[in-house]
């Protein structure tokens, strides 16, 4: 049976289209979807992200012990509230999840995991901590939800006190800091600036509801994921996974190499990197109607490759796709759909950031 979040019953009464997510009943739309899109790159959008794993990691190797597990480097994170993305990789490189780690204090981080891996990532996570004076606190009883848009840190910090509101105004990108009953970080996954906002589970209604009176629109998984493919944001289990490497996903900026640090993953990395990589993520434009989704075969003169997530752009008005096409690719390509080859570009993501299109990509 499908799991439900606190929000449950408040997407029933806005009217919400409800679909199994991951093992969870999530909303897709409230009606709309190209609305809810257009509304989070032009005003403020929320989503209901409770179904995302909340995992603090606690004791005196905390530090040490996530700077094994994952492929950046947690030496970068020294200023208290401070955060980044990363991968968590298997002895092949593969990718197991792909999260965001905050430092809190020396014995404490909090990382934050995907719904639809939580049983393997939570298996992994305890398996690695094993060996280390840590422990790994799963934290159901929070709920959390992402404010994104233009407008949405503003329609924030009206329902803040005023104490709280200056401080969080203050919080730069990939900085979180808990404030009262809500833990605030200034992180998100549209490519507009927002906030994902944790709290406990019986808070999580009357939140909703104050930022619905504020002006924020609520926002389905529809949604959500054509703004995250347009700020060239990967999804997991689509873009990557345990069979695919960071090199071979577009993250490769998200690995940290150039140090005598040992983790999970890191030798296979350096030997992809050796004998060179032969396959890489890039973004694709549909020239002309059509539709891209994943798994249409991607032509290209370097050789065959596959579209990974696809989909119509509301802010383009294009299709547009993620692909893993052979290292060589470049400029134009075809797409298999339905036994007709259509021409694409090859661009590099993201194709929008902002409310604005990147440059290169039309």
Known sequence: MPKRTPLYAAHIAAGARMVDFGGWEMP???????????????????????????????????????????????????????AFYTCMLNQQGGVVD???T?????????????????????????????AFDVVANERPEL????VQGPKARESVLTLLPESDARAVAALRPFRAGQFGELFIARTGYTGEDGFEISMPA????????????????????????????????????????ENVTPFEAGLAWTVALKDDRAFIGKEALL???ARGVDN???????????????????????????????????????AIAFARVPQAAGGTCQVDIRGKLLDCNIVRPPFVRNGTVCEGIV
């Open 202 to 241: 019986e808070s999580a209604v009357a939140f909703w509801e104050q930022l619905i009176a504020a002006g924020v629109a609520p926002c389905g998984l529809g949604a959500r994921d054509t703004l995250r493919l347009e700020a060239g944001m990967n999804l997991y289990g689509q873009d990557m996974d």
């Open 143 to 146: 709920a959390m939800i992402a």
């Open 98 to 100: 792909d999260l965001i």
């Open 28 to 82: 897709i739309n409230y009606g709309s979807q190209m609305k809810e899109h257009d509304e989070v790159r032009q005003a403020a959008g929320m989503f209901d992200v409770s179904h995302m794993t909340v995992v603090d990691i606690n004791g005196p190797q905390a530090r040490h012990f996530l700077s094994y597990l994952l492929a950046n480097d947690v030496a970068k994170l020294t200023e208290p509230g401070r």
């Open 271 to 273: 030997d992809q990197k």
């Open 280 to 318: 890489k993520l890039v973004g694709l434009v549909l020239q002309g109607r059509g539709v891209l989704r994943p798994g249409q075969r991607v032509v290209t003169d370097a050789g065959e490759g596959m579209i990974t997530s696809g989909s119509f752009s509301p802010t383009l008005q294009q």
């Open 102 to 130: 905050y430092f809190l204090d020396e014995d404490f981080f909090r990382i934050v995991v995907n719904a639809a891996t939580h049983d393997k990532d939570m298996a992994w996570i305890d398996s690695q901590a094993r």
